[in-house]
């Protein structure tokens, strides 16, 4: 099992940008992909954007734009969201998660992002 831990989120007027970071802890060296979701009030969980863990590789959600980026630190075991250009419809709380290769998933406690208009 992975452990996670968010970090970084807060409250943002729209335009600005946060980073939010991602500790994982345990079985780190398992990993395939780790990734961004998010789920705002109301609506369900939705990918933000990952990366795999091995080439660095990643994918992201059309909503993302190119205002958002992921990235890692394999030596540190951190995950990292650089987000910028927010706006209010990116409010919502930020998950880390993480897929093992033998299939095993993980989620850290998620941290809340708030854009103020």
């Known amino acids: 099992q992975v452990h996670l831990v968010e970090s970084g989120g807060g409250l943002v007027q729209t335009g600005g940008s946060l980073r939010l970071s991602c500790a994982a802890s345990?079985?780190?060296?398992?990993?395939?992909?780790m990734a961004w979701f998010r789920q705002a009030p109301g609506k369900e969980r939705e990918l933000v954007t990952r990366?795999?863990?091995?080439?660095?590789?990643?994918l992201e959600a059309e909503f993302v734009r190119g205002r958002f980026l992921i990235s890692k630190d394999n030596t540190k075991n951190q995950l990292y969201l650089q987000m910028n250009s927010l706006e209010p419809e990116d409010t919502a709380v930020y998950y880390c998660?993480?897929?093992?290769?033998?299939?095993?998933?993980?989620w850290g406690q998620g941290t809340q992002v708030t854009v103020s208009s």
């Open positions: 345990g079985r780190t060296r398992d990993m395939e992909h």
């Open positions: 990366i795999w863990w091995s080439s660095g590789g990643t």
């Open positions: 998660n993480a897929v093992q290769y033998n299939g095993d998933e993980s």
